[in-house]
């Protein structure tokens, strides 16, 4: 998961969510006629001796569901090497009786539980993690807690994901929408959302997922409704480079992009949508008496707008070409030997777009009447999560975690705390059935 941006007390009525007034939406969100009965219906399903059932697998089947945790953060799963984990995985859903499971060629797994027409609803969970495959994985258990990288960022979401899947088989819910269960690849770093892109861009999947409920990371105290948006570039600029002394007078590559940061670094930005921009790494050069050949720096633009990403998008390519041109005239008025000039390159590293979901969408609904029926207080959330592919496709989507507690993500002392975890199931089931529809 990647860095929450921004989190907002965010409990109205009943239970139901809207986003702060100090955010894009400022006004509450509006009771639509669908609510009472999304109400009424969390409360029947909760009730039903099924779902009960379902309830009880999860406290009794918890050593699984830990066990499950530890297997999978045990095979190694970089971006771009999760194939070991995607063959586990594709493992256990064949044994939890899944059908049509499968791989598609960039190594997400799919599992199945079909209902009586094509639409469905997704529950999905990243399987990669940051860490590079050299990396030690020492995951170990000490009571109620697990340790170890990945343990949590995506353990805890892999192993909700299967007990969900295990309590519909255990409790022999069927369902009305069919349940895609996914386990996607690129989430994490420079994956840059592909797994979940790729998803999207699978007719199959695209055409039938009515709503996707994503489980990243620990806990039940969020709701990532606002996908955050973010654009990363890479400015290499090259030159003849030199000898400091006696080619003195030669364009340099370091100024041409100190001139480019310090134009595109006064680009106003606005506080609501909330935007923003960071140089964040500098390179180049050969020794403190040349002129470089070529220097180079990375750019993260982010905001929960497109609009105002593809804005200082454009700042940010208008200000490095000022800054080459600036550059090149300087080293014109210089008697050089022959005439020479930097010239840039622009490289997008990174791409996720931004999206929300609207006020009045089904999905904040019932995850509202969920929280409410269970006695749980979250807050919704904007974040960079593999919601951002349905989202700023227009689809309902939203992210939960797995349950239980966590912490120490993206690092080695990354931990997972079981104590409650039932609770964060309860949820997603609840938010999952009542989406899927079960028949009285
Ligand atoms: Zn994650």
């Known amino acids: 998961m990647a860095a929450r941006l921004r989190s907002v007390p965010a409990r109205s009525s009943r239970g139901r969510y809207k986003i702060s007034a100090s ?29 009960r059932a379902a309830f009880d697998w999860f406290r009794s089947q918890e050593a699984q569901l830990t066990q499950w945790q530890m297997e999978a953060a045990r095979i190694a799963a970089p971006p771009f090497g999760e194939a070991a984990r995607s063959a586990w995985l594709a493992e256990r859903f064949r044994e939890l009786g899944l059908r049509d499971v499968q791989a598609d060629e960039v ?15 997704a529950l999905s969970a990243h399987i990669d993690t940051v860490f590079p495959a050299t990396t030690p994985l020492n995951i170990r258990q000490q009571g109620s807690r697990l340790y170890g990288p990945g343990v949590a960022d995506n353990g805890a979401g892999i192993a909700a994901m299967l007990a969900v899947a295990g309590a519909i088989r255990a409790a022999r819910i069927s369902h009305t929408l069919a349940v895609v269960f996914i386990g996607n690849v690129g989430e994490e770093g420079e994956g840059d959302l592909r797994g979940m892109r790729h998803v999207f861009a699978t007719p199959r999947w695209r055409d039938s997922i009515a709503y996707s409920v994503i489980v990243d990371g620990a806990g039940a105290d969020t709701v990532v409704a606002e996908a955050l948006g973010s654009r990363r570039f890479e400015v290499i600029v090259r030159g003849p480079g030199g000898h400091s002394w006696s080619d003195f007078g030669a364009p340099n590559p370091i100024i041409a992009l100190a001139r480019a940061i310090q134009a595109f ?5 606005p506080s609501s949508p909330k935007t923003t921009f960071n140089v964040g790494v500098i390179r180049g050069g050969t020794s403190v008496n040349s002129i470089p050949e070529s220097a180079s720096m990375r750019v993260d633009l982010r ?9 200082l998008e454009r700042a940010l390519r208008d200000a490095v070409d000022r800054a080459i041109e600036a550059e090149n005239r300087a080293a014109a008025g210089h008697r050089t030997r022959k005439p020479q000039a930097v010239q840039p390159e622009v490289v997008m590293i990174g791409n996720r ?20 029926q ?9 974040a960079s999560t593999d919601a951002n592919i349905p989202l700023s496709l227009g689809r309902e ?9 966590g912490g120490g993500a993206h690092t080695l002392q990354e931990w997972f705390d079981t104590s409650g975890r039932s609770l964060g199931l309860r949820r997603i089931l609840l938010t999952m059935l009542t989406l899927a529809g079960v028949a009285e």
Not at 265 to 269: A, H, K
Not at 305 to 310: F, G, K, Q, V, Y
């Open 23 to 51: 955010m894009e939406l400022t006004s509450p969100i509006e009771m639509s006629d669908s609510y009472p009965p999304v109400v009424e219906e969390v409360a029947r399903l909760a009730g039903s001796p099924e779902v």
């Open 107 to 121: 190594g997400n797994v799919f599992g199945v539980r079909p209902g009586s027409g094509i639409r469905s609803v």
């Open 265 to 269: 670094s006064q680009t106003p930005v």
């Open 353 to 372: 777009p931004a999206g929300e979901l609207a006020p009045d969408a089904r999905l904040l609904q019932v995850i509202g009447a969920v929280d409410a």
């Open 303 to 311: 905001s929960s707008s497109m609009a105002e990403i593809d804005r």
């Open 397 to 405: 989507a939203i992210a939960l975690g797995g349950g239980g507690s």
């Open 374 to 382: 269970l006695g749980n207080t979250a807050q919704v959330q904007r």
